[in-house]
């Protein structure tokens, strides 16, 4: 399973972006999808997940309100919608895939991870 993010740039305080993650292998669907950021100087943190139906979603209290996550499993891909974006979602963003949904919050939960793509938000 190989996993490609994309979508990340640089925007000011307020914008928005809409980061994507393309998901290779037939079994996309059974997986719970994840979002986890990691900024300079900071241990990486949770952001968003998403079960395999997308009925089931999960939001850091920091972007609840902001950021929506969603899956397209037919096109093997999860999104992140970050909307209302402020300087401290800066940060390299990664996607990664996890077959157990109680450990949806814990990044070594998660099997497979993307390369990460890099969100500056200019004040």
């Known amino acids: 399973v190989q996993l490609q993010a994309s979508g990340g740039g640089l925007v000011q305080t307020g914008g928005s972006l809409r980061l994507s993650c393309a998901v290779s292998?037939?079994?996309?669907?059974?997986?719970?999808m994840g979002w986890f950021r990691q900024a300079p100087g900071k241990e990486r943190e949770f952001v968003a997940a998403?079960?395999?139906?997308?009925?089931?979603?999960n939001y850091a209290d920091s972007v609840k309100g902001r950021f929506t996550i969603s899956r397209d499993n037919a096109k093997n891909t999860v999104y992140l919608q970050m909307d209302s974006l402020k300087p401290e979602d800066t940060a390299v963003y990664y996607c990664?895939?996890?077959?157990?949904?109680?450990?949806?919050?814990?990044?070594?939960?998660?099997?497979?991870w993307g390369q990460g793509t890099q969100v500056t938000v200019s004040s």
């Open positions: 990664a895939a996890n077959s157990d949904y109680s450990g949806r919050y814990l990044g070594e939960s998660y099997k497979y």
């Open positions: 292998g037939r079994t996309f669907s059974s997986y719970i």
């Open positions: 998403i079960n395999w139906s997308g009925v089931n979603r």
